[in-house]
């Protein structure tokens, strides 16, 4: 019975030890290193993920800034615009007089 018992689990170690290795390949491919397991690979996504939504945040309050500068500036411009034909038309007055 033993000898019997030990040829059924070495076609069982076999197969379990070509599985691993098959499961291997996937994970390299998709950037998981073997040996890594999933709960460390997911925490380590998810801090890639905060990460990036920082970085987002980030971003969007910069941007949220520099519409309000722009929409400063736009102002300025129309008023300097303003200033600009004000003088060029008391200087075209004073040359007619």
């Not at 290193?33 to 990460?51: D, K, T, Y």
């Not at 939504?53 to 980030?58: M, P």
């Not at 969007?60 to 003088?87: N, T």
Request: proline share 3%; charged share 35%; glycine share 6%.
């Amino acid at each position: 019975m033993a000898a019997h018992g030990s040829n059924v689990e070495r076609p069982f170690d076999d197969a379990v030890q070509q599985v691993s290795v098959d499961e291997r390949e996937p994970m390299m491919a998709q950037g998981q290193e073997p040996g890594v397991s999933l709960a460390e690979e997911l925490a380590r996504c998810e801090q890639a993920l905060a990460a990036s939504e920082a970085a987002r945040e980030k971003l969007e309050q910069r941007v949220r800034e520099l519409e309000y500068k722009q929409v400063i500036v736009r102002g300025e411009l129309r008023r300097a615009e303003g200033q600009v034909d004000l003088i060029r038309d008391l200087l075209l007055r004073d040359h007619s007089l």
